[in-house]
Protein backbone atom coordinates (compact mmCIF):
# COMPACT_ATOMS: atom_id res chain seq x y z
CA UNK A 1 0.00 0.00 0.00
CA UNK A 2 1.63 3.31 -1.03
CA UNK A 3 1.75 6.11 1.70
CA UNK A 4 0.41 9.74 0.62
CA UNK A 5 0.75 12.79 2.33
CA UNK A 6 -0.63 16.39 1.80
CA UNK A 7 0.67 20.10 2.76
CA UNK A 8 -1.76 22.81 2.23
CA UNK A 9 -0.44 26.58 1.35
CA UNK A 10 -3.57 29.16 1.38
CA UNK A 11 -7.08 29.34 2.26
CA UNK A 12 -9.37 27.57 4.07
CA UNK A 13 -10.81 26.81 0.78
CA UNK A 14 -7.77 24.75 -0.16
CA UNK A 15 -8.04 22.62 3.08
CA UNK A 16 -11.04 21.75 2.45
CA UNK A 17 -10.43 20.53 -1.31
CA UNK A 18 -6.71 19.02 -0.19
CA UNK A 19 -9.22 16.96 2.30
CA UNK A 20 -11.75 15.50 -0.38
CA UNK A 21 -8.48 14.96 -2.73
CA UNK A 22 -7.08 12.88 0.69
CA UNK A 23 -10.15 10.91 1.00
CA UNK A 24 -10.28 10.12 -2.83
CA UNK A 25 -6.66 8.64 -2.56
CA UNK A 26 -7.90 6.34 0.63
CA UNK A 27 -10.75 5.38 -1.37
CA UNK A 28 -8.09 4.00 -3.64
CA UNK A 29 -6.23 1.94 -1.26
CA UNK A 30 -3.80 4.57 -0.90
CA UNK A 31 -2.47 5.16 3.22
CA UNK A 32 -2.67 8.49 4.24
CA UNK A 33 0.42 9.88 6.71
CA UNK A 34 1.83 12.75 7.69
CA UNK A 35 4.55 14.45 5.71
CA UNK A 36 7.72 13.37 7.63
CA UNK A 37 6.32 9.62 7.79
CA UNK A 38 8.41 8.86 4.45
CA UNK A 39 5.38 8.68 2.32
CA UNK A 40 5.57 7.71 -1.03
CA UNK A 41 3.86 10.52 -2.67
CA UNK A 42 3.99 13.88 -1.51
CA UNK A 43 0.59 16.10 -2.78
CA UNK A 44 1.22 19.58 -2.16
CA UNK A 45 -1.43 22.36 -2.67
CA UNK A 46 -0.56 25.62 -3.21
CA UNK A 47 -1.79 29.24 -3.32
CA UNK A 48 -0.36 32.14 -5.17
CA UNK A 49 -1.72 35.40 -3.47
CA UNK A 50 1.47 36.58 -2.74
CA UNK A 51 5.21 35.78 -4.05
CA UNK A 52 5.89 34.70 -0.65
CA UNK A 53 3.34 31.85 -0.80
CA UNK A 54 5.36 30.72 -4.34
CA UNK A 55 8.11 30.53 -2.24
CA UNK A 56 6.58 28.41 0.17
CA UNK A 57 5.82 25.90 -2.39
CA UNK A 58 9.41 25.82 -3.48
CA UNK A 59 10.27 25.78 0.27
CA UNK A 60 7.85 23.01 1.16
CA UNK A 61 9.42 20.59 -2.15
CA UNK A 62 12.83 21.04 -1.47
CA UNK A 63 11.58 19.38 2.73
CA UNK A 64 9.99 16.18 0.64
CA UNK A 65 12.76 15.48 -1.55
CA UNK A 66 14.85 15.68 1.78
CA UNK A 67 12.54 13.50 3.71
CA UNK A 68 12.29 10.79 0.75
CA UNK A 69 14.59 11.35 -2.11
CA UNK A 70 12.71 8.63 -4.18
CA UNK A 71 9.23 10.52 -3.46
CA UNK A 72 6.47 11.34 -6.57
CA UNK A 73 6.02 15.09 -5.71
CA UNK A 74 2.91 16.63 -7.55
CA UNK A 75 1.74 20.20 -7.26
CA UNK A 76 -1.60 21.43 -6.91
CA UNK A 77 -3.43 24.69 -6.81
CA UNK A 78 -3.58 28.58 -7.54
CA UNK A 79 0.52 28.57 -8.42
CA UNK A 80 0.18 25.30 -10.76
CA UNK A 81 -2.38 26.30 -12.73
CA UNK A 82 -0.88 30.35 -12.91
CA UNK A 83 2.43 29.07 -13.60
CA UNK A 84 2.98 25.79 -14.61
CA UNK A 85 5.95 25.89 -16.32
CA UNK A 86 8.03 27.77 -13.80
CA UNK A 87 7.09 25.08 -11.16
CA UNK A 88 8.33 22.17 -13.95
CA UNK A 89 12.28 24.13 -13.13
CA UNK A 90 11.74 23.23 -9.71
CA UNK A 91 14.25 20.47 -8.88
CA UNK A 92 12.59 17.48 -7.57
CA UNK A 93 8.64 18.19 -8.81
CA UNK A 94 7.37 15.08 -10.82
CA UNK A 95 3.85 16.72 -11.90
CA UNK A 96 1.64 19.70 -12.07
CA UNK A 97 -1.86 19.93 -12.45
CA UNK A 98 -4.22 22.72 -13.13
CA UNK A 99 -7.96 23.99 -11.80
CA UNK A 100 -9.53 21.59 -14.29
CA UNK A 101 -7.48 18.79 -13.55
CA UNK A 102 -6.89 18.03 -9.85
CA UNK A 103 -9.92 16.50 -8.54
CA UNK A 104 -8.75 13.66 -11.45
CA UNK A 105 -5.34 13.51 -10.19
CA UNK A 106 -4.95 9.80 -9.30
CA UNK A 107 -6.47 8.36 -12.72
CA UNK A 108 -4.49 11.29 -14.48
CA UNK A 109 -1.05 9.97 -12.56
CA UNK A 110 -1.43 6.65 -12.29
CA UNK A 111 0.65 4.50 -10.13
CA UNK A 112 2.90 7.87 -9.32
CA UNK A 113 5.99 6.95 -11.62
CA UNK A 114 8.40 8.87 -11.67
CA UNK A 115 10.27 9.45 -15.20
CA UNK A 116 13.29 8.52 -16.32
CA UNK A 117 16.83 10.51 -16.12
CA UNK A 118 16.92 13.07 -18.90
CA UNK A 119 20.67 11.93 -20.58
CA UNK A 120 21.13 15.18 -21.62
CA UNK A 121 21.17 16.73 -18.25
CA UNK A 122 22.30 16.13 -14.71
CA UNK A 123 20.98 12.88 -13.05
CA UNK A 124 19.07 14.88 -10.37
CA UNK A 125 16.93 16.58 -13.45
CA UNK A 126 13.72 14.89 -14.66
CA UNK A 127 11.07 15.95 -16.74
CA UNK A 128 7.81 16.42 -14.95
CA UNK A 129 4.28 15.34 -16.35
CA UNK A 130 2.33 19.20 -16.78
CA UNK A 131 -1.58 18.94 -16.73
CA UNK A 132 -3.08 22.28 -17.04
CA UNK A 133 -5.81 23.06 -19.45
CA UNK A 134 -6.74 26.84 -20.06
CA UNK A 135 -8.56 28.42 -17.05
CA UNK A 136 -11.57 28.32 -19.15
CA UNK A 137 -12.04 24.90 -18.95
CA UNK A 138 -12.36 24.91 -15.30
CA UNK A 139 -15.82 24.78 -15.64
CA UNK A 140 -16.94 21.79 -12.82
CA UNK A 141 -17.76 22.07 -9.72
CA UNK A 142 -16.61 19.86 -6.99
CA UNK A 143 -18.04 19.45 -3.45
CA UNK A 144 -15.19 19.94 -0.71
CA UNK A 145 -14.81 19.49 2.86
CA UNK A 146 -12.20 18.79 5.36
CA UNK A 147 -12.98 16.29 7.52
CA UNK A 148 -11.33 14.57 10.54
CA UNK A 149 -8.97 17.34 10.48
CA UNK A 150 -9.85 19.63 13.13
CA UNK A 151 -12.91 20.30 15.20
CA UNK A 152 -14.33 22.52 12.81
CA UNK A 153 -14.93 21.59 9.36
CA UNK A 154 -14.50 24.16 6.01
CA UNK A 155 -17.21 23.71 3.68
CA UNK A 156 -17.04 25.10 0.60
CA UNK A 157 -19.96 26.39 -1.19
CA UNK A 158 -18.76 28.38 -4.35
CA UNK A 159 -15.81 28.70 -6.21
CA UNK A 160 -14.12 30.87 -8.89
CA UNK A 161 -14.98 34.79 -8.95
CA UNK A 162 -16.02 37.10 -11.66
CA UNK A 163 -14.88 40.25 -9.99
CA UNK A 164 -11.86 41.94 -11.80
CA UNK A 165 -10.10 43.38 -9.09
CA UNK A 166 -6.88 45.26 -9.89
CA UNK A 167 -4.27 43.20 -7.54
CA UNK A 168 -6.16 39.87 -7.54
CA UNK A 169 -5.03 36.68 -10.02
CA UNK A 170 -7.67 34.74 -8.47
CA UNK A 171 -10.10 35.03 -11.26
CA UNK A 172 -7.07 33.18 -13.58
CA UNK A 173 -6.50 30.87 -10.95
CA UNK A 174 -9.81 29.33 -10.46
CA UNK A 175 -12.06 30.73 -13.17
CA UNK A 176 -15.24 32.06 -13.26
CA UNK A 177 -17.85 32.08 -10.29
CA UNK A 178 -19.80 29.04 -10.07
CA UNK A 179 -21.37 27.15 -7.05
CA UNK A 180 -22.56 23.84 -5.26
CA UNK A 181 -26.51 23.48 -5.35
CA UNK A 182 -28.38 23.92 -2.14
CA UNK A 183 -29.40 20.56 -1.73
CA UNK A 184 -25.74 19.09 -2.25
CA UNK A 185 -24.54 21.80 0.41
CA UNK A 186 -27.25 20.31 2.86
CA UNK A 187 -26.43 16.83 1.97
CA UNK A 188 -22.80 17.44 2.94
CA UNK A 189 -23.27 19.30 5.96
CA UNK A 190 -25.45 16.27 7.34
CA UNK A 191 -22.49 13.99 6.24
CA UNK A 192 -20.47 15.88 8.51
CA UNK A 193 -22.82 15.96 11.44
CA UNK A 194 -22.53 11.83 11.12
CA UNK A 195 -19.50 12.66 12.20
CA UNK A 196 -19.41 14.51 15.03
CA UNK A 197 -18.26 17.64 13.79
CA UNK A 198 -19.99 20.45 16.01
CA UNK A 199 -18.90 23.57 13.79
CA UNK A 200 -19.02 24.33 9.81
CA UNK A 201 -17.22 27.01 8.14
CA UNK A 202 -18.93 27.73 5.15
CA UNK A 203 -16.09 28.73 2.58
CA UNK A 204 -15.40 30.30 -0.89
CA UNK A 205 -13.57 32.53 -3.35
CA UNK A 206 -16.64 34.62 -2.82
CA UNK A 207 -19.64 33.10 -1.46
CA UNK A 208 -21.82 35.82 -1.60
CA UNK A 209 -22.19 35.07 -5.37
CA UNK A 210 -23.29 31.85 -4.37
CA UNK A 211 -26.16 30.47 -6.64
CA UNK A 212 -24.45 30.75 -9.99
CA UNK A 213 -24.69 28.07 -12.58
CA UNK A 214 -23.18 27.49 -15.71
CA UNK A 215 -23.57 31.52 -15.48
CA UNK A 216 -27.06 31.46 -14.35
CA UNK A 217 -28.38 32.28 -11.45
CA UNK A 218 -30.60 29.81 -10.09
CA UNK A 219 -30.79 30.27 -5.96
CA UNK A 220 -29.07 33.09 -3.76
CA UNK A 221 -26.11 32.99 -0.97
CA UNK A 222 -29.52 33.97 1.63
CA UNK A 223 -31.40 30.88 0.35
CA UNK A 224 -28.22 28.46 1.52
CA UNK A 225 -28.10 29.90 4.77
CA UNK A 226 -31.98 29.60 5.62
CA UNK A 227 -31.79 25.82 4.99
CA UNK A 228 -28.62 25.23 6.28
CA UNK A 229 -30.22 26.56 9.89
CA UNK A 230 -32.39 23.83 10.05
CA UNK A 231 -29.53 21.05 9.29
CA UNK A 232 -30.10 19.31 12.85
CA UNK A 233 -26.66 18.02 14.14
CA UNK A 234 -24.42 20.74 13.54
CA UNK A 235 -24.23 23.60 16.61
CA UNK A 236 -22.48 26.17 14.94
CA UNK A 237 -22.67 27.63 10.98
CA UNK A 238 -19.89 30.54 10.15
CA UNK A 239 -19.59 32.47 7.12
CA UNK A 240 -15.42 32.74 6.56
CA UNK A 241 -15.65 35.57 4.46
CA UNK A 242 -18.15 37.69 2.46
CA UNK A 243 -18.09 40.92 0.01
CA UNK A 244 -19.78 43.93 1.90
CA UNK A 245 -21.73 44.59 -1.63
CA UNK A 246 -23.14 41.22 -1.36
CA UNK A 247 -23.62 40.93 2.71
CA UNK A 248 -27.24 42.39 2.72
CA UNK A 249 -29.67 43.36 5.53
CA UNK A 250 -32.06 40.33 5.28
CA UNK A 251 -28.75 37.81 5.94
CA UNK A 252 -27.70 40.22 8.61
CA UNK A 253 -30.78 40.60 10.38
CA UNK A 254 -31.58 36.23 9.80
CA UNK A 255 -28.15 35.65 11.38
CA UNK A 256 -28.67 37.98 14.37
CA UNK A 257 -31.76 36.09 14.72
CA UNK A 258 -30.42 32.20 13.36
CA UNK A 259 -30.85 29.35 15.77
CA UNK A 260 -27.28 27.90 14.13
CA UNK A 261 -25.21 31.00 12.89
CA UNK A 262 -22.97 32.79 14.63
CA UNK A 263 -22.73 36.50 15.29
CA UNK A 264 -19.31 36.89 13.66
CA UNK A 265 -18.37 37.98 9.97
CA UNK A 266 -15.90 38.46 8.09
CA UNK A 267 -15.86 41.03 5.60
CA UNK A 268 -13.32 42.37 2.94
CA UNK A 269 -12.65 45.98 2.90
CA UNK A 270 -8.79 46.48 1.15
CA UNK A 271 -9.29 49.94 1.71
CA UNK A 272 -10.75 52.85 3.32
CA UNK A 273 -9.94 55.40 0.86
CA UNK A 274 -13.09 55.42 -2.09
CA UNK A 275 -10.22 56.77 -4.35
CA UNK A 276 -8.05 53.34 -4.11
CA UNK A 277 -10.67 51.14 -3.82
CA UNK A 278 -11.88 52.58 -7.02
CA UNK A 279 -7.99 51.90 -8.32
CA UNK A 280 -8.78 48.33 -6.58
CA UNK A 281 -11.95 48.00 -8.89
CA UNK A 282 -13.75 47.10 -5.80
CA UNK A 283 -17.74 47.00 -6.25
CA UNK A 284 -18.26 49.91 -3.36
CA UNK A 285 -17.36 53.10 -1.61
CA UNK A 286 -16.42 53.07 2.09
CA UNK A 287 -19.74 54.83 3.06
CA UNK A 288 -21.11 51.18 2.03
CA UNK A 289 -19.24 49.63 4.39
CA UNK A 290 -19.75 51.55 7.67
CA UNK A 291 -23.46 51.34 6.58
CA UNK A 292 -22.70 47.08 7.21
CA UNK A 293 -20.81 47.52 10.44
CA UNK A 294 -23.47 49.51 11.56
CA UNK A 295 -26.33 47.58 10.86
CA UNK A 296 -24.17 44.57 12.76
CA UNK A 297 -23.53 46.67 15.39
CA UNK A 298 -26.96 47.40 15.80
CA UNK A 299 -28.79 44.07 15.84
CA UNK A 300 -25.76 42.07 17.21
CA UNK A 301 -23.60 44.03 20.18
CA UNK A 302 -21.17 41.61 20.36
CA UNK A 303 -20.73 40.34 16.98
CA UNK A 304 -16.54 39.88 15.65
CA UNK A 305 -15.94 41.85 12.79
CA UNK A 306 -12.78 40.56 11.28
CA UNK A 307 -11.86 42.95 8.49
CA UNK A 308 -9.26 42.18 5.37
CA UNK A 309 -6.97 45.29 4.26
CA UNK A 310 -4.08 45.28 2.00
CA UNK A 311 -1.16 48.19 2.50
CA UNK A 312 1.06 49.91 -0.08
CA UNK A 313 -1.56 49.49 -3.67
CA UNK A 314 0.01 51.02 -6.61
CA UNK A 315 -1.45 54.88 -6.10
CA UNK A 316 -1.88 54.89 -2.33
CA UNK A 317 -0.45 58.35 -1.06
CA UNK A 318 1.00 58.77 2.39
CA UNK A 319 -2.62 60.76 2.94
CA UNK A 320 -4.86 58.04 1.21
CA UNK A 321 -3.30 55.49 3.70
CA UNK A 322 -3.58 57.93 6.83
CA UNK A 323 -7.44 57.75 5.61
CA UNK A 324 -7.40 54.23 5.64
CA UNK A 325 -6.04 54.10 9.03
CA UNK A 326 -8.27 57.00 10.47
CA UNK A 327 -11.25 55.06 8.98
CA UNK A 328 -10.33 51.53 10.32
CA UNK A 329 -9.53 53.58 13.94
CA UNK A 330 -12.84 54.96 13.93
CA UNK A 331 -14.83 52.11 12.66
CA UNK A 332 -16.18 49.40 15.19
CA UNK A 333 -14.65 46.61 14.26
CA UNK A 334 -12.46 43.82 16.40
CA UNK A 335 -9.71 42.90 14.13
CA UNK A 336 -7.61 42.99 10.97
CA UNK A 337 -5.86 40.75 8.35
CA UNK A 338 -3.02 42.64 7.16
CA UNK A 339 -1.82 42.21 3.36
CA UNK A 340 1.25 43.78 1.85
CA UNK A 341 0.35 44.71 -1.72
CA UNK A 342 2.74 42.11 -3.92
CA UNK A 343 3.07 42.77 -7.74
CA UNK A 344 1.26 39.90 -9.76
CA UNK A 345 1.69 39.23 -13.31
CA UNK A 346 -1.24 40.00 -15.70
CA UNK A 347 -3.34 41.59 -13.05
CA UNK A 348 -3.90 45.60 -13.99
CA UNK A 349 -2.43 46.93 -10.88
CA UNK A 350 1.00 46.32 -12.05
CA UNK A 351 0.68 48.95 -15.30
CA UNK A 352 -0.85 51.86 -12.42
CA UNK A 353 2.02 54.53 -11.02
CA UNK A 354 3.36 55.23 -8.70
CA UNK A 355 4.23 52.17 -6.88
CA UNK A 356 4.55 51.95 -3.45
CA UNK A 357 8.44 51.64 -2.73
CA UNK A 358 8.87 48.26 -0.22
CA UNK A 359 9.89 50.27 3.03
CA UNK A 360 6.85 51.93 2.95
CA UNK A 361 4.62 49.39 2.27
CA UNK A 362 6.32 47.36 5.27
CA UNK A 363 5.58 50.49 7.75
CA UNK A 364 1.99 50.65 7.08
CA UNK A 365 1.77 47.21 7.40
CA UNK A 366 3.41 47.43 11.06
CA UNK A 367 1.18 50.41 11.74
CA UNK A 368 -2.09 48.32 10.80
CA UNK A 369 -0.88 45.42 12.48
CA UNK A 370 -0.22 47.26 16.03
CA UNK A 371 -3.54 48.86 15.68
CA UNK A 372 -5.57 45.01 14.77
CA UNK A 373 -3.93 43.78 18.01
CA UNK A 374 -5.31 47.21 19.83
CA UNK A 375 -8.64 46.52 18.38
CA UNK A 376 -8.59 42.85 19.16
CA UNK A 377 -7.95 43.43 22.98
CA UNK A 378 -10.57 45.64 22.85
CA UNK A 379 -12.73 43.57 22.01
CA UNK A 380 -11.86 40.82 23.97
CA UNK A 381 -11.98 43.35 27.13
CA UNK A 382 -15.65 44.07 26.10
CA UNK A 383 -16.07 40.32 26.46
CA UNK A 384 -15.03 40.16 29.77
CA UNK A 385 -17.80 39.05 32.67
CA UNK A 386 -20.26 37.54 29.72
CA UNK A 387 -21.03 34.22 29.36
CA UNK A 388 -20.59 32.55 25.94
CA UNK A 389 -20.18 28.86 24.70
CA UNK A 390 -17.00 27.79 23.61
CA UNK A 391 -16.28 25.04 21.42
CA UNK A 392 -13.12 23.04 22.69
CA UNK A 393 -10.47 21.74 20.54
CA UNK A 394 -7.71 18.81 20.27
CA UNK A 395 -5.14 22.00 20.69
CA UNK A 396 -3.65 21.54 23.82
CA UNK A 397 -0.39 23.79 24.85
CA UNK A 398 1.47 23.55 28.31
CA UNK A 399 -1.31 22.12 29.98
CA UNK A 400 -4.00 24.24 28.89
CA UNK A 401 -6.20 23.67 25.94
CA UNK A 402 -8.52 26.46 23.66
CA UNK A 403 -11.61 27.09 21.98
CA UNK A 404 -13.52 30.08 20.54
CA UNK A 405 -16.95 31.65 21.66
CA UNK A 406 -19.74 31.79 18.97
CA UNK A 407 -18.36 35.72 18.58
CA UNK A 408 -14.96 34.16 17.64
CA UNK A 409 -13.40 35.14 21.19
CA UNK A 410 -9.86 32.93 21.57
CA UNK A 411 -10.16 31.09 25.12
CA UNK A 412 -7.77 28.93 26.88
CA UNK A 413 -9.10 26.74 29.87
CA UNK A 414 -7.40 23.19 32.33
CA UNK A 415 -6.83 20.93 29.25
CA UNK A 416 -9.61 18.04 30.08
CA UNK A 417 -9.92 15.25 27.49
CA UNK A 418 -13.48 15.01 28.29
CA UNK A 419 -14.00 18.65 26.81
CA UNK A 420 -12.45 17.69 23.30
CA UNK A 421 -15.34 18.50 20.60
CA UNK A 422 -17.64 19.59 23.47
CA UNK A 423 -19.57 23.00 23.62
CA UNK A 424 -19.92 24.40 27.66
CA UNK A 425 -20.94 27.49 29.22
CA UNK A 426 -18.75 29.53 29.84
CA UNK A 427 -17.72 33.42 31.82
CA UNK A 428 -14.75 34.80 30.44
CA UNK A 429 -12.80 36.36 33.26
CA UNK A 430 -9.38 37.69 32.08
CA UNK A 431 -7.31 38.37 28.97
CA UNK A 432 -3.55 36.78 29.92
CA UNK A 433 0.19 37.66 28.21
CA UNK A 434 -0.66 35.32 24.88
CA UNK A 435 -3.93 37.26 24.19
CA UNK A 436 -5.87 34.39 25.06
CA UNK A 437 -9.27 34.88 27.43
CA UNK A 438 -9.00 32.67 30.59
CA UNK A 439 -12.31 31.16 31.83
CA UNK A 440 -13.61 30.19 35.54
CA UNK A 441 -14.08 26.85 35.99
CA UNK A 442 -15.31 25.06 33.13
CA UNK A 443 -16.80 21.70 35.06
CA UNK A 444 -19.18 24.78 36.95
CA UNK A 445 -20.89 24.59 33.57
CA UNK A 446 -22.80 21.91 31.75
CA UNK A 447 -22.75 20.09 28.42
CA UNK A 448 -25.19 21.37 25.65
Keep these: MKKVAFYTLGCKLNYSETSTIGRMF ?4 YQKVEFNET ?12 ENADKKCKKIVKEANRVNPNGYVAIIGCYAQLKPQEISEIEGVDAVLGAAEKFRIVDLLGDFVKEPYLKSEKATKRRPAIFNSNIEEAVEYHTSYSLNDRT ?3 LKVQDGCDYPCSYCTIPLARGKSRSDSIENVVNAAKNIAESGVKEIVLTGVNIGDFGLQNSIRVETFFDLVKELDEVEGIERFRISSIE ?9 EFVAKSKRFVPHFHIPLQSGSSKVLALMKRRYKRELYIDRVNKIKQLMPDCCIGVDVIVGHPGETDEEFLETYNFLNELNISYLHVFTYSERPNTTAISIKPTVPQNKRAERSKMLHILSDKKKRFFYESQLGNQFSVL ?7 GNMHGWTENYVRVTAKYDPILINETKQVSLSLINDKMLVEVEEVEEYVVH
Design 244 to 252: PNLLTDEII
Design 152 to 154: RTF
Design 39 to 50: PDIFIINTCSVT
Design 392 to 398: FEEDIED
Design 26 to 29: ESRG
